[in-house]
């Protein structure tokens, strides 16, 4: 097959033959030589913007720096300057990738990176989805994806997706109607993966459990299924191995930057050494021992356009005891630093701990498909949910038991069926969402 996928991208001024040559020398680096490499890449970047950017110049107060510690924390707030206020000397809107996030963590904002950047970017991705013997200029993927509703930016999407060699599932409504059409394309098409959100394709999971399918029964090419940009359960892992019949790989990922972790064949959670340098930093921007809680704090080792340098991304997670700077291994990704639920008690517990705590419980039976929790007050919650039959008394009787032994006692819920949950502008799901600043 004609690699158009590949094609598509050196025709849009992406270098991705001299990127997937320098990615090739990177990850076949000795550890001594990797060290040299980080830290050779490291002083680069921050000399190359304190040089040409009047924006990380102001950050830093200075254009020259001592040691990598005393370095700026950026976060999500200083990007909401125009971007043009942000871009190096030498980079206009012509000449950049530009992109946008999506605001799921309430604070969208535009970025940029320059083409060699955008082009490792892609090299990386690659790299790591042919672990999987998945090839974008040939393998066919489900992408199961939110999609613009626009005119334009709808055609612009299906159109990339003609060039991915990707069969979009569009993931607003997912009702069983809606599934069983999803459902009919697996029996006709011959893909090779899924790709997409955590929460659309575990619920396509219990729809093929309910009706007793297991996907490759029907789709013997499938191979493997990535799932991004939500949190991925235990459970919920088992149920889509069970009714997908493929490999389920866990990736964490960041449009403004790469890659972050990707699942490696061992069962690992890999963390991108290769064109990122990962931080768990505490509260006082120190960096914490492997094993050890705290926030992930990322630089993008190659982006000259816009500096990326200890970017607090605004999570939460623990590196591996066994991690090396060449390998380190991601152990836990715990949520979203603005997920987090204040309690009357003044304890502080991630959201999604109430979010797993739910989920044991009124998903046992079957009935309820998907749900959100929401923190109204500092000591009441409301659970969305969709589902056939309304929760019993029992079920909120064993929530409200659970949340008092795990958390605390004395907290109020107020549970409400719907018909569909609502989701970002891109089709993700929020599990927990608190309203207490």
Request: with cysteine; hydrophobic share 40%.
């Amino acid at each position: 097959m004609f690699p158009l996928f590949d094609l598509s991208l050196q025709l849009n001024g992406f270098p991705m033959k001299e990127a997937k040559a320098e990615l090739r020398k990177i990850v076949n680096l000795s550890n001594e030589d990797h060290k040299i490499f980080i830290e050779t890449k490291k002083q680069e970047i921050v000399k190359f913007h304190l040089e040409n950017n009047s924006f990380y110049q102001q950050l830093v107060g200075s254009k020259t720096y001592g040691e990598w510690n005393y370095l700026p924390i950026l976060n999500k707030t200083n990007l909401q300057s125009p971007l043009l206020e942000r871009l190096s000397k030498g980079y206009s809107q012509k000449d950049i990738f530009l992109n946008k996030t999506s605001g799921s963590s309430g604070t969208p904002f535009i970025f940029a990176k320059d083409n060699y950047c955008h082009a490792l970017t892609w090299a990386s991705i690659i790299y790591r989805f042919g672990w999987y013997g998945i090839d974008f200029n040939n393998s066919y993927q489900a992408r199961f994806y939110g999609i613009p509703m626009d005119f334009i930016g709808n055609k612009k999407e299906r159109f990339k997706d003609f060039l991915s060699h990707r069969f979009r599932f569009p993931i607003f409504d997912l009702s069983d109607e809606v599934l069983e059409g999803f459902l009919n394309h697996f029996r006709i098409k011959k893909f090779d993966y899924i790709n997409g959100y955590t929460s659309s394709i575990v619920l396509f999971a219990k729809f093929l459990q309910n009706k007793n399918i297991v996907l490759t029964t029907i789709c013997p090419t499938l191979k493997v299924c990535m799932v991004t940009s939500e949190m991925l359960f235990e459970e919920d892992k088992i149920l889509l191995q069970k009714q997908l019949g493929v490999p389920i790989i866990n990736e964490y990922g960041a449009s403004e930057l790469d890659l972050i972790a990707f699942e490696n064949p061992q069962n690992e959670w890999q963390v991108n050494s290769e064109t990122l340098f990962v931080e768990i930093l505490d509260e006082n921007n120190q960096a914490v021992p492997n094993g050890t809680q705290g926030r992930i704090v990322i630089t993008s080792l190659c982006n000259k356009a816009h500096p990326f340098i200890r970017y607090d991304i605004g999570d939460i997670g623990i590196l591996d005891e066994k991690s090396t700077l060449q390998k380190p291994i991601l152990k836990k990704l715990i949520g979203r630093t603005n997920d987090i639920a204040v309690l009357p008690s003044g304890k502080k517990s991630p959201g999604l701990t109430f979010y797993y705590i739910t989920k044991t419980i009124i998903e046992d039976d079957g009935n309820v498909k998907e749900f959100v929790i929401k923190q109204t007050k500092i000591d009441t919650f409301e659970v969305e949910y969709v589902s056939e039959t309304e929760l019993n008394l029992v079920q909120i009787q064993k929530i409200e038991k659970a949340i008092e032994i795990y958390l605390e006692p004395n907290l109020n819920f107020t549970f409400i069926q719907k018909n569909t949950l609502e989701r970002s502008a891109r089709g993700k799901l929020k599990q927990f969402v608190t309203f207490i600043k």
